[in-house]
């Protein structure tokens, strides 16, 4: 059985280059460009990792996050943060809103599967 990963990104550049590099190692992707979808899809196919931009319209990413981790049927998903804000202090919020870990935008193409390998 391979790895369900969900990609929320409301930019499409970022989107395909992570869901093309997944996709290349056997993984199954989902994706969504905004937080109501990704609950949707959350909802249908409980993936085993979601990849989360904290940046979304309308909902953030962060907010999202706490919301899932909140819910008895979503606490134990695996939400990392990929994300461009990689300043001081970002991290600490990045943890607190619940999220697993944080990769950095923009992504590293030759270690982005190891760096998620370790989370799981």
Do not use: H, W
Not at 14 to 39: H, P, Q, T, Y
């Amino acid at each position: 059985m391979s790895l369900r990963i969900l990609i929320v990104d409301d930019n499409p550049t970022n989107l395909k280059l992570a869901s093309d590099l997944l996709e290349m190692e056997g993984m199954d992707i989902f994706r969504a460009v905004d937080a109501e979808s990704a609950l949707e899809i959350v909802q249908e196919s409980l993936p085993d990792l979601i990849l989360m931009d904290i940046g979304l319209p309308r909902m953030d990413g962060l907010t999202l996050t706490k919301l899932l981790k909140g819910k008895k049927e979503t606490k134990n998903i695996k939400v990392i943060a990929l994300t461009a804000f990689a300043m001081k202090g970002d991290q600490e919020k990045i943890i607190a809103a619940g999220c697993d870990g944080y990769i950095t935008k923009p992504i590293n193409t030759r270690k982005f599967k190891e760096q998620l390998l370790e989370f799981l």
